[in-house]
């Protein structure tokens, strides 16, 4: 079953021009993954240096074998230091998963 990720980055509304180069790699770099099924980057409408990724794994070793990646390490690393605050995740299943259990 695949795993679904939501991804939340809390920048500096004043260092976003700085990240965007750094999220473009991540992105480009990240889509080219075995295991990657989807890898899309947004910014909240409503809230200027709120990044939200949605992602899509063929299952959870592949989202490890990314984090461990090391585009994801270099770039998380210097993405990391113009946040706001610390970064949100929230892994998904399916609901069909609670129905097999």
């Given at each position: ?5 939501i991804?939340?980055d ?9 990240v ?9 770099k ?20 709120h ?24 770039l ?6 113009y946040?706001?605050?610390a970064?949100?995740?929230?892994h ?10």
């Open positions: 079953m695949t795993l679904k990720l991804a939340e809390f920048i500096q509304p004043d260092k976003i021009k700085i965007l180069p750094l999220y473009q790699e991540l992105v480009e990240t889509k080219a993954e075995a295991g990657c099924l989807a890898y899309d980057l947004y910014h909240d409408i409503k809230q200027k240096g990044f939200v990724f949605i992602e899509e794994w063929v299952d959870r070793a592949a989202l490890d074998q990314h984090i461990q990646s090391e585009h994801f390490q270099r998380v690393a210097k993405i990391d230091q946040q706001v605050h970064g949100r995740f929230t998904l299943h399916g609901f069909e998963k609670l129905l097999q259990e």
